[in-house]
């Protein structure tokens, strides 16, 4: 049977975001491994590192630029509640890079908005009652 964590943290690395559950008495190791399973990956815990912001607040919004020379590099050994984790905290990853033989650098790519520019790219969607084609249904219309 699963036990359901009410806390969570957002793993970030690149494009991507993964929710992953969590309990104040898991190490940093325990999480590692967690992410290993969820990514699918062949890498083992060792060639992965987890990041925080030290100076992160929970009503900040996500479009804040991320300082990554700010960021803290958490400790396998240390107990999540130690880390300072918090429920929805963003954590960044990095991984091993065996070809070059050094770590990644924190990349999070910003995301764009949908909305962003819709306004000027697409003509006013406007709907004529009297056209005679909105009033064809069915067989007929296709």
């Known amino acids: 049977m699963f036990r359901v964590s009410g806390k969570y943290i957002q793993v970030r690395r690149q494009q991507r975001v993964i929710f992953l559950c969590f ?3 898991e190490t940093i190791y ?22 925080i912001d030290p100076d992160w607040k929970p009503d900040e919004p996500a479009t804040k630029p991320l300082n ?3 960021l803290t590099l958490l400790a396998d050994d240390m ?3 130690r880390a300072g984790l918090e429920n929805g905290m963003n954590v960044y990853l990095t991984m091993f890079d065996t ?19 819709m306004d000027e ?3 006013d969607a406007t709907v004529d009652d009297d056209d005679p084609k909105k009033k064809e249904k069915g067989k007929g219309r296709a």
């Open 121 to 123: 790219d697409m003509p």
């Open 79 to 81: 107990t999540v509640e």
């Open 99 to 117: 070809q070059k033989g050094q770590w990644e650098d924190v990349q999070v790519k910003e995301y764009e908005s949908l909305d962003q520019g």
């Open 68 to 70: 990554v020379a700010n």
């Open 23 to 25: 309990e104040a008495k």
């Open 30 to 51: 325990h999480l590692k491994c967690k992410l290993v399973d969820v990514m699918a990956t062949n890498r083992p815990p060792s060639e992965i590192r987890l990041f």
